[in-house]
């Protein structure tokens, strides 16, 4: 009896589980969601915004910058209210990859140096969402929304669709300036 009771202690219940994946969506949702925000209403706003894409190679400039803005808070909002997760989660993947493309992965992996580890955790967080789904304290759940999109449907959605959207966004839009070398 003590070991089926000490056993016990160390798995977490279904009402557990649930509660972390709230938690997990929406600390990283509204993250998300936030830095879509500060695009539009911080800093340079939008404004600013478009000439660093531009500065970046990311041309039109404005464009990407309000379709980035955008794609952050929507993601971000959808994937905190655990609606339509595993597309969130495919535009998690997206964005991060594009990001740690044009601008973080010359400066290696380390974010003290300015490089991918934000943007790495945050997709793969997005992927193990979309994997094990947003938990029953979600609206997909509570509407039965794609019900069967989790597991390895919810990982390839979110895994294959966003690295495939962000090579296609690369390879249509992507055209860093040439740098002279003497």
Not at 61 to 68: D, P, R, T, V
Not at 111 to 140: C, H, M, Q, R
């Amino acid at each position: 009896m003590f070991s089926m009771q000490l056993a016990s202690d160390f798995f977490l219940g279904p009402d557990e589980a649930n509660l972390g994946i709230l938690i997990l969506r929406v600390l990283v949702g509204l993250t998300m969601a936030a830095h879509g925000y500060a695009k539009y209403f911080s800093g340079g706003r939008i404004t600013g915004t478009a000439g660093w894409f531009d500065s970046m190679g990311m041309r039109p400039g404005k464009i990407h910058a309000h379709l980035a803005a955008s794609t952050e808070i929507g993601s971000g909002v959808l994937l905190a209210l655990g609606l339509f997760t595993p597309l969130a989660a495919l535009a998690f993947v997206a964005l991060m990859s594009v990001a740690a493309y044009t601008v973080h992965l010359k400066n290696g992996f380390f974010i003290v140096k300015d490089g991918y580890e934000y943007n790495f955790i945050l997709a793969v967080v997005a992927v193990a969402i979309a994997t094990t789904g947003p938990g029953k304290y979600s609206l997909d759940y509570q509407l039965e929304l794609i019900q069967d999109f989790d597991g390895w449907t919810g990982l390839l959605i979110a895994a294959v669709g966003g690295v495939g959207a962000a090579i296609g966004q690369l390879v249509l839009f992507y055209r860093p300036r040439r740098t002279e070398e003497s």
